[in-house]
């Protein structure tokens, strides 16, 4: 599908010097007809000055056509090169825009503009790894839940966790690509690549895989009481009325026994496998946007046990995935792509 490409809008002209007395009121009613939104008075002013003159911009050629249809005398166009998006909202935080002048403003398009240049040139597309029937059915999902659960924003990452390739990723609101300047700073903001959470009890995907020999699916733990460390209780939402497998531990979501999972690990291997899982660092991607993380000044026991249920430390959504991927393939670290 195409996602991207470059196209000619119009600039139309009026100008009433090509016109007889007559056409000049038939000119002047059909364009208030063609154009609605148009102020009365931007349209008169050609007429009144008696010149050419610009009368809109971004014009399109469907609507170009439309305009020569109705053989108006006096009305011409100019051709302007700019980018287009066929798709208007979706995937706009995964393909990004460009400036005016053709420079990659973010996402894909700021990622790979030196390829999509160079590809331009021989007139050859330039492929990204988004199904599109992928990310649709995310975009849809993600949006039936931000609404359903008034949410400030929502972010949807879907990846091949064996070769990290990004099959989708969204972020909402969204917004029409072709339309930037409609929408606010926050609703054009990839909050997957630039926003930093501490993303909570998604983290214990990592924490839970973590094996340095200190704990094995046989292992159990106390979740009956909080977990006290120093003046600092740790506490389950749901108590636990029994002693938890390191199952249970991960399907109840306890956070008392992945605290105690990281303490028995130790700040020194835990920490060794979160750089290893390039927690430390900025996701390896193309896209230049990714921020680096938020990391606690030190490394206490307290800390160590917060990080393992997904706080005290903020990463973004893409550096989460990136090192997810690897509990999930066999423990191989790929960039994603």
Known sequence: QLLATDVNDYSLFVDPNDMTGDDRSLVRRALLQI???????????????????????????????????????????E????????????????????????????????????????NAATDQPVTLAMDLRIQGTLENEMRAMAVA???QSAIGIVTNVRTGEVLA????????????????????????AVDRYELGSIFKVISISVDTGTTSLASVY???QPLKLGNRLIHDEHASSELLSLTDVFIKSSNIGTSRVALDVGATAMTRYYEALGLFRSADI????????LLPSRWSDSSLASSAFGQGMAITPLSFIEAANATLNGGYLRPLT
């Not at 003159?53 to 170009?64: E, F, I, Q």
């Not at 990723?169 to 997957?192: E, M, Q, T």
């Open 169 to 192: 990723l969204a972020s909402w609101p969204d917004f029409d690509l072709n339309r930037p300047g409609a929408f606010s700073d926050a609703d054009r903001r990839n909050h997957a």
């Open 79 to 118: 051709a302007v090169r700019v980018r287009d998006y066929p798709l208007a909202n979706t995937g706009s935080a995964y393909i990004g825009m460009t400036q005016r002048g053709g420079e990659g403003m973010s996402g894909a398009e700021k990622a790979l503009q030196d390829q999509i240049a160079a």
């Open 35 to 77: 154009f609605p939104d148009l102020p009365r008075d931007q349209i008169d002013k050609p007429f009144k000055m008696n010149r050419r003159l610009l009368l809109t911009n971004n014009v399109k050629a469907a609507k170009r056509d439309e305009i020569l249809n109705y053989g108006l005398p006096g009305i011409s166009f």
């Open 286 to 293: 193309e896209l230049t946007e990714p921020a680096s993380p």
């Open 149 to 151: 659960q008034r949410a």
């Open 222 to 224: 106390d979740g009956r």
